[in-house]
């Protein structure tokens, strides 16, 4: 198949791999470049031809990219060639929307999968152009207006239009795919019609991530790791609380900006304020940003990974720490309601309570046996469920139900 990848703020240049990757842990930079780059390649691998469109954020970036065989990164210019938010970017959505209308005139994609609400607005637009084919629209949110408001509440910087909009790509494309089964809810409640969805979770590299390969330097107490964009709804004050009940394991934070960047850092300050007020600041260290092939070693040198979020649309770290080999202790939220199972590859606990995590904590560091076998376990589950060969399969398999169900409604 022809393939047509539309993320308008989340490149996969920036996952690290490919020429000119930029490396993760900003703000806006996170799972979903992981996401884009891992399921484009993997379906190169297979045999398909894709072209992932991202905005063009810097003057110097050429037109066109070989990102990996079969795939080829384009440029977009919509709006500055600058970094600007995700969320101030909706303005340029219609001159994205027009580039890749031009673009397909001639020689249409045979489906477009979008990645963020955005970029569904721009896939439809081209998608359905007057007197032109029609190409079949694949959508994945990666995250949801409803759930970000509900979490966040006043501090929800989205475009006031979100929600309004994210229902109308949803009725508009032919499929939409959910990463968890609690997405699926979720959008059920917007009004997407239930029929329309499919579940497709998120992969793991298998290569990169496993329990076999170096591991960083312990520091003779009980490593706890949090791999994280540092923003106020990952958790992480609920992580540094939660080690104040534990005086014999230290926290390493890796995230947000590099490491040089970190003391002029908001949310770092702000953590950094919550370790000192808990008595805790000589036991959390930040790493700053990490390189993709930093990531492995660190979590393999962890006694547990702790992923806290108030909410999570999948979360990419528990499969990671699992595929290392590596217990998780993870909120109750999103995604990880279906990757870490309780009691068999970690912990699972409510949200913004720290007394409970610690408790978790403490009984699986208590336990080594127990740690163990939930690694092994962990493992396994990655090995058989997540990989990408077989996320990108099942994603081609949305593929050509979309294209049929458009050639149904042409």
Known sequence: MKIAMISEH????????????????????????VFVAELAAELGRQGHRVT?????????????????????????????????AKDDLLPWMHDFGRYLERRWADDPPDVAH??????????????RPAGAARVPV????????????????????SPASRVRLERAIGRAADAVVATCSDETAELTAMGVPRDRVRVVPCGVDLDLFSPDGPAGPGGGRHRLVVLS????????????RALAQL???????????????????????????????????????????????EVPPLLRSASLVVTLPW???????????????VPVV?????GHLDTVVDGVTGAVVPPRAPERAADAIRRLLDDPAKRAAMGRAGGERAREHYSWARVAADTAGVYRHAAALSEVAA
């Open 10 to 33: 989340a490149s996969p240049l920036a996952a690290g791999r490919g020429p000119a990757g930029k490396g993760l842990g900003g703000a806006d930079g996170g799972g979903q470049n």
């Open 52 to 84: 992932v469109y991202t905005r063009r954020d810097a003057a110097a970036l050429p037109e066109r990219v070989r990102f990996a065989p079969g795939v080829t990164v384009e440029h977009v210019p919509a709006g500055p060639a600058e970094h600007v």
């Open 330 to 334: 993870a909120t109750a939220v999103g």
């Open 311 to 325: 909410y999570e649309p999948f979360g990419m770290v528990p499969l990671e720490a699992m595929a290392c080999g």
């Open 229 to 240: 964009r540092l923003v106020e709804r990952k958790g992480v004050d609920t992580a540094i």
């Open 247 to 293: 005086p014999d394991a230290e926290l390493l934070v890796a995230g947000g900006p590099p490491r040089d960047g970190l003391g002029t850092d908001p949310e770092v300050r702000r953590l950094r304020r919550v370790a000192a007020d808990a008595g805790v600041a000589g036991r959390v260290e930040f790493l700053g940003r990490l390189g993709r092939e």
């Open 138 to 157: 694949v959508q994945t949110y990666h995250a949801l207006g409803t759930v970000k408001r509900r979490h966040q509440g006043d501090a929800d910087t």
């Open 114 to 127: 979008a990645h963020f609400w955005m970029s569904g607005l721009a896939a439809v637009q081209a998608a």
